[in-house]
Nanobody, 121 residues
Framework: QVQFVESGGGLVQPGGSLRLSCEVS????????MGWYRQAPGKQREMVAD???????NYSNFVKGRFTISGDNAKKTVYLQMNSLEPEDTAVYLC???????????????WGQGTQVTVSS
């Protein structure tokens, strides 16, 4: 129903930067918000940042001032600019879209497959 194309992950040294992008497509009636979560080995999934279709953003405390989320409604795409990366940021970063599907009555959360971010020297 909802397809994801996530990109931008990789290996970066501490203090470096990466830019993640996530495009959704498919049977979508409306997108209410999109965001990024992350999950490190042995840890619970945690919210990184999200943005509503109206441009309201929300960040976890551990990324404030370092990461910036932005979106392009026309392209159904969300971006995550990550600066000053630390080894503790190493995780699989997953894109989430809160979407009302075509033919559906209520919006639902849909998840991408994730992209690996590794911060290491």
């Amino acid at each position: 129903q909802v397809q994801f194309v996530e990109s931008g992950g990789g290996l970066v040294q501490p203090g470096g930067s990466l830019r993640l992008s996530c495009e959704v497509s498919g049977s979508i009636f409306n997108i209410y918000s999109m965001g990024w979560y992350r999950q490190a080995p042995g840890k619970q999934r945690e919210m990184v940042a999200d943005i509503t279709s109206g441009g309201i953003t929300n960040y976890s405390n551990f990324v404030k001032g370092r990461f910036t989320i932005s979106g392009d409604n026309a392209k159904k795409t969300v971006y995550l600019q990550m600066n000053s990366l630390e080894p503790e940021d190493t995780a699989v970063y997953l894109c989430k879209a809160y979407v009302r599907p075509l033919g559906g009555t209520f919006p639902m959360n849909y998840w991408g497959q994730g992209t690996q971010v590794t911060v290491s020297s």
